[in-house]
């Protein structure tokens, strides 16, 4: 079973990034399951979600803490936050910054200037599906054509398209290294 | 069976759509708020002919469903917590004028201290109404337990509100993966709603929930207590034809490997799921625990939880909830009603969330049966 745990602040996009993410791994042939933890229902405070993907049905419902991924959408939360908490051995955290991030437990960390993407391709700091892009790319554990897939779904028209062009941009810049 | 990703409260506002009730008479609250938000737009896409009515208040919501139920068609409404502690008075009215209303509740815990987070106690302080209460483990179930509820309320021999009680967020908010049921198949299952003989029509006038003089009142509440048992009969038929027609065969209680469990864990709702990863983890180790899930809890499936504890020798219940200086309410009332010494574990107050080491620790204490109460995952540093 593969857990992935998301940080964001509310309003960010942390939630419904864990639901596309349970949406396409389904669409690739796994279970899923997506989650939310709210601390307090405002934009602007730290929240986490959770997505749990694996071959065969996921019956546990406890929050995820002990993580093979980790997905930061805010380098701001690196402050108030232990964004590494529980982190697997070998697990990788890609955190959305233009900033050196010192990193704690030898976790592999893979940037990405998702903001940057986002204002230059949405013209809004909205980072949720930049940086399913790249965990695409980074992971390997869902499937782009998935993640574009579901973008589409969720988002319809112009936004859907953006949102999609924005996350394969993500994705191949995560092969890349 | 086309499975479709969704959330809980998604699921259940599907199986209302399928349900198609005449009323929808709902107030949002955290976190049921997007079972009213799916509603509202089916009813605006018209996607269901219903009534959708926009309430001041969780009161009106349910007063609305009472005299929409007493006019003689199907009605749906949802709350939570604080909005169903609101509806208490209406609750107990809508159970004693026999108003087959059908209700999702998304478990929250209780103010004071106000939480958003989930336990029962909401659902667990409505258990005295008279109302049918099912606890579902996942999103399918709480799906399927919307069909089943009307199914069983509008049969005339019964004619009790039903509430469908599902975990906030842990379910209400939690995506995996649902078949939604085809319409045609449904429409078998759950033909409309026709009454039978009490409600409101101008052509042929009555009046109904009127007052009641000490010569008529026990009456009243004695045919309510033999319509909550007699419905463990029409549970039972409407499980066996929904599992024939769906595929999905629902009982009383769920046993996961009770049958030769020394040790039982008995609990209700979500946590039953984590709880079956834990007790697979044991009988790897050798250990013969088991789980029995009590699914339908009003009415409470007295013969069929003994039946299936007291092989045991240790039991161990979880309650999220807090009946103070008793202990958790589904713990007393096993004990109370069966032959049987069970130990009772209050978990998961608040949100307080459940992890497998907190079910382990509940298994290691159960064998040390002392039918006694015990908190299990407070804060040490706080005790």
């Not at chain 2, 201290?113 to 099912?134: A, C, K, T």
Request: glycine residues 8%.
């Amino acid at each position: 079973m593969i857990e992935v745990r998301f940080h964001g602040r509310g309003g960010q996009g942390a939630v419904t990034a864990a639901e596309i993410l349970a949406k396409a791994a389904f669409e690739d042939g796994k279970y899923c399951q997506a989650f939310p933890f709210f601390g307090v229902e405002r934009r602007g405070a730290p929240v986490m979600a959770f997505t749990r993907i694996d071959d065969k049905p996921i019956r546990r419902r406890y929050q995820v803490y002990k993580p093979d991924y980790v997905v930061v959408l805010d380098d701001g939360l690196l402050e108030v936050v232990d964004v590494f908490s529980g982190l697997k051995e070998g697990g990788k955290v890609i955190i959305n910054t233009s900033n050196g991030v010192e990193t704690t437990n030898g976790a592999e960390i893979h940037k990405v200037d998702a903001t940057g993407i986002a204002l230059d391709i949405l013209g809004v700091p909205i980072v949720n599906t930049i940086l399913l892009g790249a965990f695409a790319g980074v992971t390997g554990a869902v499937s782009i054509d998935a993640i574009i897939k579901i973008i589409k779904e969720t988002f319809s028209g112009e936004i859907g398209e953006k949102n999609a062009k924005a996350a394969k941009l993500a994705y191949e810049a995560a092969k890349k290294g | 069976m086309v499975l479709k990703v969704m959330s809980a409260n998604q699921a259940i506002a599907e199986a209302v759509k399928l349900a198609n009730p005449n009323v929808i008479p709902v107030y949002p609250i955290t976190p049921q708020t997007t079972i009213s938000e799916y509603l509202a737009k089916f009813v605006a896409d018209g996607e269901i002919s219903a009534e959708y009515i926009r309430v001041e208040s969780e009161h009106s919501a349910i007063s609305a469903a009472l005299g929409a139920s007493g006019t003689g068609v199907r009605v749906f409404t949802a709350t939570s917590s604080q909005g169903l502690a609101l509806m208490h008075e209406i609750i107990f009215a809508a159970a004693g004028l026999r108003a087959p209303i059908v209700m999702a509740d998304a478990n929250r815990a209780l103010s004071a201290p106000l939480s958003i987070w989930n336990d029962q106690q909401d659902s667990i302080s409505e258990r005295d109404s008279g109302w049918m209460q099912v606890y579902a483990e996942n999103g399918q179930e709480a799906l399927d337990s919307i069909l089943i509820a009307y199914r069983v309320s509008e049969d005339h021999s019964v004619l009790l509100p039903s509430m469908v009680c599902i975990d906030g967020f842990i379910l209400t908010h939690t995506v995996d993966p649902v078949d939604v049921p085809e319409k045609g198949d449904v429409d078998k299952f759950l033909p409309p709603y026709k009454p039978d003989h009490a409600y409101l029509d101008p052509k042929r006038p009555m009046s109904i929930g009127t007052f009641t003089d000490p010569n008529y009142y026990m009456e009243a509440r004695h045919d309510m207590e033999l319509a909550l048992e007699g419905a463990k009969d029409v549970i039972a038929n409407a499980n066996a034809e929904f599992a024939e027609i769906f595929g999905r065969k629902y009982d009383f209680i769920e046993k996961y490997r009770s049958d030769d469990a020394d040790t039982i864990i008995v609990a209700m709702g979500s946590i039953c799921s984590t709880i079956k990863d834990v007790v697979d983890e044991h009988r790897d180790n050798g250990e013969k625990v088991g789980l029995v899930r009590v699914r339908v809890f009003r009415p409470f499936p007295t013969e069929e939880i003994y039946d299936a504890i007291k092989g045991a020798s240790n039991v161990g219940v979880l309650d999220k909830n807090i009946s103070f200086s008793v202990g958790g309410v589904l713990h007393n009332e096993i004990n109370a009603k069966m032959d049987v010494k069970a130990n009772g574990f209050i978990v998961g107050l608040g949100g307080r969330d459940i992890k497998p080491t907190h079910i382990s620790e509940i298994i290691e204490k159960t064998k040390n049966t002392t039918k006694t109460t015990q908190w299990i995952g407070l804060n040490k540093e706080e005790l």
